[in-house]
Structure formats: C-alpha cells, structure tokens
C-alpha cells in the first residue's frame, strides 16, 4: 500500500510520514513549499520521496493523508477526488495507527512537544515505544506495545484518539480563530480527557485544569502542596534543575535535569507522573532524564564566541516569557536580545499587548511581518507588526534584508522564536559573527 501525504513539510505530516515509513508502507509526499524545511533532513534520511510540483506518483492504490492546512480546492486534492482515492485527514490516519497501541497522549496549549519528547526519551530507552512529535520526528515498530504522541487542540483534531494515559500540560486560549473563548477551549480538554482508559494526568498548577469534570481518574502535578505529584526542594541555577518528587505522599526519587525554566520543570513532572503509575524505577526514569537534550527547535542553542544564538518554536506570549525567563536562567549576566516572528494575523489581533508586555523583559526586540500561514491579510484589515513594534520599549523591525540590524549585538543572547524558522536572518548573523 503506498500514501501520499500532502503538505509532508509540516512537522506533525513528516513524523507521520516517517511511521508509515517504519511501519513498511510505501511513503511519498507533496508540498508547496518549494524552499529547504528542517523537516526535510529526516525523510531524506529514510527514502522519502518529496515533491514540490505535479510530477506525482498517484495512481489508484494509493492513499491520500492531507494536513489540516490543505483545502479541497488544492490541485493535488482534485486530482486524487477525480481518481476516487481514500482521503484521510492527518488526524484521522494518526489516531487509527496510534489507537493499535497502548497510547499515552500530550495535550496541552504549551508544552506538548518537550514533554512528548521527553516522553519517548525516557519510555523509548526504559521500556520501548512508538512516538510522534511535533518537531518532525516519529519513529515506529510493530514490536513496541506503547505509543506517545503529542495531541493537537486545533480544531478538536485530539478527540480522534483513544488514550490509556491523557496528559494535559496547561489549558490556555489559543487558536483565536476557531475557538470562540476560554470556555470552548476548557469543554474540548473535557472531551478529551474523558476519552482516557486508565487515567488522566493534568498540571495542578494551571487553573483551567482545575475546573475540568471529568469521569475519569484525574491525578495532578506541580509545584503546589494540593497536587497529586509534587516536586519539591527545587533548585534552578546555571546548570539546570535538580528536584525531588513525592508521589501521593511518598518519596519517588530524586532528578537533576539540564533544562531551565519551571515550564520544562513542570514537562519532566507529567513524565515522572506517568512513570511512576507505570512502577518505572525512579532511579532508571532520573538517569534518562538527565541525557535528555531536548525537542527540536525548543531553546535550540548554537554558540558562536561568547554569543549564544537560541532557536525556538515560541509564539504564544506565554511561551514567549517562559523562553526568555529560561535564557535569564541560564545566563544571568548576559543581555538578551529577541527576533520575534509573529504567527497568524488573529494571533497577532488578540495578543499583541501581551507580547508587547513580554518582550519588554529583554534589552532589545526586533520584529518580523506576520506570517500568515492558513490566513489571509486582506481579513485582518489594519492588523500588521507595527502593533507590537510601536509599543516596545526598545524595538524595531527587521527583514531577511535588513539583517544587519544585528551586527551590533555580539556577547550576548539572541533569542529567534517562531513557529516558522527565521532562517535566513539567522544563518546571516551566524556566518557574520563567524567572521568577525
């Protein structure tokens, strides 16, 4: 059987792709991106044929999987509609491969590809696993039992899936445009995790989980004493982060993690939590906590002299902070400047005070257009960067042209967050302070 996934440069497209692959089955796939994605270095490792024009490999035993992205007036999707061809949507074909297994999802507004990834880290090397993330990887074999995969929220697309552990790392509003409040946001989490068999595990810290009825065994973790699972001691320096947790009243073990932030703090937590109610050794689970480097394009570091150069997947104010608040972790003595990408004019429409207020924590911000993805400028009138930029304490804009705007930054912390990769005015500066 051969699929063809359409828009296979997106990252959660290319992991699946990379599992069909792992799974035996013939994978092709398209995209309209013509330029180099990160995505692509890991289906060029396995095979994966990708085209970017209408030289296709479609023909009658083939299986369309389509991104969420792709609409039916797509010419790839007309050509499959004219040769009747099954259609799944992305979700779809994901939770009919992942519901085979004995599935552990991750939910949540923030948080949900580290904690995936720390997930398949430490499972994958305990016990083995299947797993998808959404940084582009996923890998499978038909003689692992579980199954982890990072849930998305976007359009409800997690109630595909039929999890034994539902793990939920924060309730935030986000997807402004399809969402119609906090409210909605609150009843799709509820829907989710009462589609749990064994149990769901939630951040106690976070109120919006707070409020969630659920049928379902619900256990919670964090920082505060009303929580199931309980780091305590906890002690944030240069290094990383060292803790001890406490499981319903009793001592589970001790863990040193070489992240920063309390938001990566609370990731390893859920993973801890849903070790412990599987009886891993608490010593194993801290030993492959502390070799885990983290996801990709998740405070992404590349030093060039005493300049530190982070890429990160941030867009959400929320995110936003915790990244920053991590580069203050980590370099208490170091400026930090940010390269902010906007992502989606309705993002941008309900957020930019909060951006703005984030973004005044660094010494100095530099703001590209909005990319738009699924969206269009014509329906966000008036709705530009210039929102953030004109209320920044210290900020103006940037473009893959006016990159030099950074030249004068040397010794300190770059901070470039975006969904999307700022690539070009990234790789500019590396190769300038290379030089220099």
Known sequence: MKYYLIGIKGAGMSALGLILNDLGYQVVGYDDEKAYQFTETKLSERGIKVYTDDNNEIDENTIIVRSAAIKDEHPEIKKALELDLKIYEYNEMLGKLAN????????GCHGKTTTTSMMAHVLGNLVGCNYLIGDGTGSASKENKKFVIEACEYRRHFLVYEPDYAVITNIDLDHVDYYKDINDIIDAYTEYANKASKMVIACGDDPY?????????????????????????????????????????????????????????????????VCSYERLDAKAVAKE???????????????????????????????????????????????????????????????????????????????????????KQEDFEGVTSEQIIKNLEHGTSISDESWDKLKEYKDCVVLFMSPKEIHTIMENYINYLKEV
Do not use: C, W
């Open 209 to 273: 989980t707070r409020v969630l009825e659920l049928n379902k065994p619900l256990f919670y973790y964090g920082l505060e004493d009303d929580n199931d699972i309980i780091a305590k001691d906890v002690e944030y320096t240069s290094e990383g982060t060292s803790f001890d947790v406490f499981v319903e009243g009793n001592y589970y073990g001790h863990f040193d993690l070489p992240l920063y932030g309390k938001h990566m703090l609370l990731d390893a937590l859920a993973v801890i939590a």
């Open 289 to 375: 906590l502390k070799t885990f480097k983290g996801a990709s394009r998740r405070f992404t570091e590349t030093k060039v002299g005493e300049t530190i150069i982070v890429d990160d997947y941030a867009h959400h104010p929320n995110e936003v902070k915790a990244t920053i608040k991590a580069a203050k972790q980590k370099y208490p003595n170091k400026k930090i400047v940010a390269v902010f990408q906007p992502h989606t004019f309705s993002r941008t429409e309900e957020f930019s005070d909060d951006l703005v207020k984030v973004l005044n924590q660094v010494d100095q911000t530099f703001v590209l257009d909005i990319f738009p993805a699924r969206e």
């Open 100 to 107: 085979m297994f004995d599935l552990i999802t991750i939910a």
